[in-house]
């Protein structure tokens, strides 16, 4: 019987999980993350607002688990050795015949004093510590922004900034308290949205226009102080910075021997196989990966390389050349706390659509959808 070993507990290990399995009824599959529980970071920009709390967002993986046959250890990976074979964690070695590493990866938090501003996508503290500023602030100036890895320009997350900056406009002004605040919208780039095309970019800017919402656009950042955004085209006030850094892979990645771009993550082909690497696969945020530059780290590609890796991953445990690749596919609703707007992007087609109610309780719907499998 082959041995694969997954690390990671998010979209995509889980994605790999379910793939595995599904495939193969005897496959001996062991996770390895730090809890068996899953965190659904999609949810994360409405903590601020309250519609969600951190048990809301927050599920068990221990029926999940027990369904699929799946061996857990509870630990963190320090390194791999001999190719990825073994898998070195805090709590003891896990050998395996395959390896999928889908761990994420973690925020670049080098410029002086990030400390000043909240990660929102660091998890249900981050996003819970924004609420509750938030409810202690009777006024002032709010500043949303995002960068990217100069050297890896795709890992990055932008969409969920510009829900949150909608999102918490639209509760204020629900509030009644938005004439009270200024919020400002920053980054690096003179357009921000571009990975989601050039109709989104001009949707979003128009709509920071229409709410009142200023922008410093274009400016490299320099550093941030307890009460100012400071850039290399001047600076700001701000009472609360909500900021999302670029990303990079995870530490152990460094010494692990495994082939990294030059922005910190793992190189993948277009099978999701780690490059000249026997059985080692990679999915999600902890890949750099062959196709256009604006290709979107959300958890719609981390699920579908997954698929491709998890295929691929048991095709060579069989004896068969890897041939599973995956598409190429930007799906995401930029929601603003009671209405959203459609963004779909393939290498042949740009959806855009004006934002309607319909679509915030459509994310709502997958949400439900989504968490039914692991709750069950």
């Given amino acids: ?71 857990f250890h509870a630990g963190h990976v320090q390194g791999v050795r001999d190719g990825g074979r073994v898998v070195i964690t ?34 249900i503290p981050a996003a819970e510590k924004i609420r509750d500023r938030l409810a202690a602030m009777e006024g002032g100036t709010i500043a949303f922004g995002f960068a990217s890895n100069p050297k890896e320009p795709s890992a990055m997350r932008g969409g969920p900034m510009f829900e949150f900056l909608f999102g918490i406009d639209r509760w ?91 922005g910190g993550m793992l190189k993948a082909n277009t099978f999701c196989q780690v490059e000249g690497q026997d059985k080692v696969y990679v999915a999600g945020d902890s890949g750099s990966y062959p196709g256009p530059g604006w290709m979107p780290k959300q958890a719609h590609m981390a699920d579908l390389q997954a698929e491709a890796a998890a295929t691929n991953l048991l095709a060579e445990l069989n004896g068969s050349q890897p041939a599973e690749t995956f598409k190429v596919e930007l799906v995401c609703i930029i929601d603003s706390y009671d209405s959203g707007m459609l963004v779909y992007r393939t290498d042949k087609r740009n959806i855009v659509t004006p934002a309607f109610s319909g679509f915030h309780w459509a994310k709502r719907l997958f949400e439900w959808h989504y968490l039914r499998e692991y709750r069950k």
């Avoid at 994360?44 to 809301?56: H, Q, S, T, Y």
């Avoid at 004093?113 to 660091?122: K, L, R, S, Y």
Wanted: net charge positive; aromatic share 8%.
């Fill in 1 to 71: 019987m082959s041995r694969v070993t997954v690390i990671g507990a998010g979209f995509g290990a889980l994605t790999a999980v379910q793939k595995l399995r599904k495939l193969d009824s005897e496959l001996h599959i062991d996770v390895i993350a730090p809890k068996a529980e899953f965190i659904y970071l999609p949810g994360l920009i409405w903590v601020p607002m309250g519609l969600r709390k951190a048990e809301d967002l927050t599920i068990s993986l221990d029926n999940f688990f027990r369904r699929l046959k799946v061996h």
């Fill in 90 to 123: 805090n709590n003891g070695i896990v050998e395996n015949d395959g390896l999928i590493i889908a761990s994420g990866g973690r925020f670049l938090k080098k410029l002086p004093g990030i400390e000043h501003a909240i990660t929102p996508c660091e998890g």
């Fill in 172 to 262: 204020l002004r629900k509030e009644g308290r938005r004439d009270k605040f200024e919020l400002v919208f920053f980054t690096p780039a003179e357009k921000p949205g571009q990975r989601l095309g050039e109709k989104a970019v001009k949707g979003i800017l128009s709509t920071m226009k229409k709410r009142g919402i200023k922008t410093h656009l274009g400016h490299k950042m320099k550093a941030f102080e307890a009460d100012r955004v400071i850039t290399e085209g001047g600076e700001f006030d701000a009472d609360l910075i909500v900021f999302m850094p670029g990303m990079t892979g995870n530490q152990w990645f460094s010494d692990s021997g495994l082939p990294l771009s030059e």
